[in-house]
Every structure is written in C-alpha cells, then in structure tokens.
C-alpha cells in the first residue's frame, strides 16, 4: 500500500534514515570533487580550458552517468530481490576502491574506464537509497524525508564542489591527485559508518515473484515518465554546469576560492531548504511543488542566458541566485511523488528510473552543450538554455493532462 510504513522498532527506523542520508552525503562528496577538479586534472591546467580540451574533458566525465544509466535498473532489481543494503553497501566499497585507483593516473582512457565503474556503483547506491526511504516513509511524510535525502544529496554534491574548487586555487595543479586520495577515505569512512548503524536493523526480505518484465512494463508506465522525464533537461544543465563551471569563473574573473566559498554557502541553503519544500509538498500537493520548482528552472534559465550575453553582472547575478530557490522545490515533491507511483510494484527498480534519467541528462547534456558550444560559441549556449526550459514547460502541461497521476494525487495534498 501506499502508506505502508516498515518502523520496527522505532530506533530502526531512526537509524537505517540516518544510514542512508550519512552514505548519501558521502558518496556525493566524493562525486563533487571528481567534477571540480576533473577538467583541471585532465587538461592539466587550472585556468581556462579550450574548445578542443572541452571535448575531452567531456567525454571522460560522461563515463560516470553512462555507467550509472547503463546498470542501474539491474541494481534496481538487485535491491528489490536481495535486499537494499547489501547493495548499498557494495556500491559504496566499490566507489572507494575506484577513487583511489583515480588519484594514480591522469590518463584520460584510464580514467574514462574509472568514471565508467563509479558510475556502476553510484547508481546502485542511489537505487538502494531511494528504495530505503520509501520503505521506512509513510505517504504523510514522504515527501518530507525525500526532502532530508535530497538536502544530503544535493549538500554533499556541492561541498565535494567547494573543495574540489577551493583546492584548485590551493594546490598545485600536479598535486591534484590527493583530492581523490581523500574522496576515497571520505568513502570507506561512510561504509564504516553506515554499517555501525544499521546493525540489528529488519532488513527486507528477499522479493517473492518478482518478474522483471512485468516490473519494467509499469516502471515505463506515463505517469512515472512524466514525473522523471523533467529530471532529464535538468541534468543536462546540472551535469554541464558541473564539469565546466570552475574553469567558466576562472574566465570571468572569479577565482576558485571565492567560488568554492559561495557554492558552501549554497550547501548550507539546501540543507534547510529541501526538507521545507518536501514538507510543503505533503501538506499542499505534490504536483503544486513540482510546477514552482519549473517555474525556477524557467527562470535560471533567463538569467543564466543574461549571464553569457551580458557577463556576471551584479543585478543578474541576484536574478539568477533568487530563481535557484523555487528550482529547489523540485527535488522533494518529485522523489516523493514517484514513491507514491511505485508502491503497487517493486520500488527499489522504479526508484531507479531516477538514476537512469538523471544519468541520461548528464550525458545528453555534456554532448549537446559542447557541441552546440564549439559549434555556435555563445548562440549554441542560448540554444541549449531555451530548449530546456522549453522542454520542462511542455513535460508540466503533459502532467497536469495525465489521469494517471490524478489518480495517485500526486496534484492533489498528500494525505
């Protein structure tokens, strides 16, 4: 059912959350330095990367969404037929082992294979998770613990970012190779401690009759496209944003330090956001939640357009900060609301179109904004904006038409 709640004992319940936001958090940690310091360690320059250096750089870096995009529904049905944390936990050993393998090359074919198989494992953490929170949530609350994952998530993405940037500006480029050394510690520290915490812990039982055709036929049912689909444009601007923005300041005057002290800042903003608007969204609708955070996306991507026309000027700089914070709302009310779609199949693969779809985005995003960038310079960057926001305006008006997810109340005020 969709309200179901597994809580026994109430302590289980408090620490298997914690288990899961705490490697959450980790896991992105290590993610974010990989993506700061990526284009640095590639090119082996810290300032400025060229258009041919761009290529390249982006290429490596969508090796990670591909091997996430590639196995996750496999990790998916491996969570559901074996159990969420075992999967869990393998995927965050394997995240360690392939960050200390990164800090020993520079290679870029070396390291397209690495990215490849963190990828394989940061998309069965990320399924497992998913699955987690569903199990030990009930409908009421839902949205508000999506939004405490999402605010880890997100948290731990940006301060991987922070000081991946910060030691750009800090290090010597040739010294970059201790960022991964620390990712993959900041890793094994995670599955130490999540372990600890899930000690005596019910564990769900094996799946019975789980058929994985039958799963795939609803896991690609409308309804769940049209909640995750929006999770595709968005990552295509997020997996860009991501790879090239330390070298983008740089080329605009901001240096690595202040850079990394303004995306802290921003961590320090999701932390108290996301469980706001995840609680907001089980007490007003899902659906209402979702569209604000559309509305912000539709923004950002105006004033990010300004930005490339017009440099970071101060006024649009504001815009643009001031349109992140109803892009945030996005996050919560969607995870909850695909939760509530995957109570009446196996959840840990239904969850994982999450992954899939924002490792699709990443892909498609790295190669349509380079491409379009090397092709068009600054006109291929407008192209790129416009057609996202386009994009999320068509997927809304999609989903407020699609009976299916009227039916669940997905727009209506979860109960």
């Known amino acids: 059912m969709t309200g179901a709640v597994r809580r026994d004992p109430a302590a289980g319940h408090r620490r298997a959350l914690l288990a899961v936001f705490s490697s959450t958090f980790f896991v992105r940690f290590a993610f974010g330095i990989t993506t700061a310091v990526f284009a640095s360690y590639i090119s082996q320059t810290t300032a400025g990367i060229g258009q041919g250096e761009a290529g390249v750089v982006g290429v490596v870096s969508a090796m990670a969404p591909i091997g996430e995009l590639s196995t996750v529904l496999l990790s998916g049905a491996a969570a559901d037929r074996y159990g969420r944390f075992p999967v869990l ?6 995240s360690a082992v392939v960050f200390a393998l990164k800090a020993t090359t520079r290679a870029p074919v070396t390291l397209g294979v690495l990215n490849l198989l ?8 990320l399924a497992a998770s998913l699955a987690l929170i ?5 409908a009421e609350e839902r949205g508000f613990e999506m939004g405490r994952f999402d605010a880890m998530n997100l948290f731990g993405w940006v301060a991987g970012f922070a000081f991946g940037f910060a030691a750009l500006g800090l290090v010597a480029n040739a010294s970059l190779w201790f960022v991964f050394v ?3 510690a900041v890793l094994a520290g995670g599955l130490a401690a999540a372990s600890h915490l899930v000690r005596g812990v019910p564990r769900r039982g094996t799946g019975k009759g789980y058929i994985f055709s039958e799963v795939l036929r609803h896991v690609f049912r409308r309804s769940v496209l049209l909640v995750t689909l929006p999770w595709l444009v968005i990552y295509m601007l997020i997996g860009t944003a991501l790879i090239f923005l330390g070298s983008a300041a740089s080329g605009v005057g901001v240096s690595p330090t202040l850079l990394a002290l303004i995306i802290g800042g921003a961590g320090l903003l999701l932390v108290v956001t996301q469980p706001y608007f995840g609680r907001l969204a089980d007490r007003r609708g899902r659906g209402r939640l979702m569209t604000v955070g559309v509305i912000g996306f539709v923004l950002l991507m105006a004033f990010a357009s300004l930005v490339v026309a017009y440099g970071a000027r101060v006024p649009i700089l504001i815009g643009l900060g001031a349109s992140v914070l109803p892009a945030l709302a996005y996050g919560p009310a969607s995870l909850a609301a695909l939760a509530d779609l995957a109570a009446e199949i196996s959840r840990a693969t239904t969850m994982a179109i999450y992954s899939l779809t924002i490792s699709a985005g990443m892909v498609l995003g790295l190669v349509a ?11 291929g960057l407008y192209v790129f904006f416009g057609s996202i926001a386009v994009a999320l305006v068509v997927f809304t008006v999609e989903r407020y038409r699609d009976p299916g997810l009227r039916a669940v109340a997905v727009t209506t005020p979860a109960r």
């Open 89 to 94: 936990f393998a995927g965050i050993g394997s």
């Open 118 to 125: 963190f990828g394989i494992a940061s998309g069965a953490i």
């Open 134 to 138: 569903a199990d030990w949530s009930g």
């Open 182 to 184: 620390v990712g993959s």
């Open 369 to 379: 904004s380079t491409g379009l960038f090397t092709l068009l310079g600054n006109a």
